[in-house]
C-alpha cells in the first residue's frame, strides 16, 4: 500500500476515533452539568467546570456582553454567581484582541478550552500555547500548536506574536508548580520575584505595538507555596519590568452576588481562599466555605500592556 493512501487512512481512523470520544464527552458533560445546576452550586463540586465552561461559551457568543468587557462597564447584575475568576479574565482579555488576527501566544494554558479556540479561530487567530506540561485535552485538529517550557526561558523568536494572553499564570512563577508539572525542574520553587523574568520574556516575544493582556490575583500579597497573590507593590514591580508605552487597568471583585467592576484602593484588603486547604480536598482538614462561597480569587487585576 503507498505511504500517502497509509497516512490517510491513518489520518481518518483517528479523527472518527476523536469523534467517537468527543461523543462519550459530552454526553458525560451534559449529566454533570444538570447535576450541578440542580444543587446548593457550590464552587468545584462535580458538574461546576462543565457549568463554568457553559457559562463562559455563552459569554463569549454575547456581543453585548463582550463590549462590556471591552469597555470595562459594570457587569449584569448576579454575573458569575459562585464561579471563578475565569469568567471575568477569559472574556476581558478576548474582548480586547484586534480584529485584524495574527499569532497569538497563550502563556499558560488557559485558553485551552474548545469555546476559547473557537473563538480565537473565528477572529482569525493561529493560537499557540506555551505551558509547563501537556494537559488532558488538545486541539491540534483544530490548528493549535502547543509548545511545552518555561516562561522564563523560551525559544520563541522576538517579536513572533501579535497578541499575548497571561490568564492566571504570572502568579505561578517561581512557586511550587509540581502540581501542574510533576519533577520537571521549572516546577521547582525558587524566588516569588521570578514573574518579573516572565514578564520581559512576553514583551520580547511581542512584536512592537502589540500588546499583553494579562490577568492574575489580586489583593493582600499572600504566599500559598504554588502560588502567591499579588500586592499594589507588585503590580507596580509587574508594570515597570514590562516598561509599557501604553497600560489600561481593569479590575474585579468578587462579591455574594456575583462578579463586579471594581478598583484597586477598594480591593487591597481582598484575601484568597484556598479551597485545597478546605475539607472538599483534604479529608483531614476542617475549614468550610465562608458565606460568600468565592470559589478562590476574591478579586483579579487585568492588565492591557502595550509594547
Known sequence: MPENVTIAAGKK?????????????????????????????RPWRAGYTEFRAHHLAQALADPAL???FRASRPLPPGYGFRLDARVVEIPWALSRLPTTGGALLDAGSSLNHSF????????????????????????????VSYLYGDLRRTVLADGAFAAVVCISTIEHVGMDNASYAGPDPAARPSDEWEFLRAVKELRRVLSPG?????????????????FQQLDSARVDRLVEAFAPAAVSETVFRYLPDGWRLSDRAACAECEFFDVRASRYFDPASTVEYPPDYPAGERAVLCLELRR
Open 13 to 41: 481512523a483517528l479523527r472518527v476515533f476523536r469523534d467517537v470520544e468527543d461523543l462519550a464527552l459530552r454526553a458525560g458533560h451534559r449529566l454533570r452539568l444538570e447535576a450541578y445546576r440542580r444543587s446548593d452550586r
Open 210 to 226: 502589540a500588546a499583553l493582556y494579562i490577568t492574575f490575583p489580586f489583593g493582600r500579597h499572600e504566599n500559598h507555596g504554588w
Open 116 to 143: 476559547a479556540v473557537d473563538f480565537c479561530r473565528r477572529r482569525g487567530w493561529k493560537l499557540h500555547i506555551l505551558t509547563l506540561a501537556p494537559e488532558t485535552r488538545c486541539f491540534w485538529d483544530r490548528g
Open 66 to 68: 463582550m463590549e462590556t
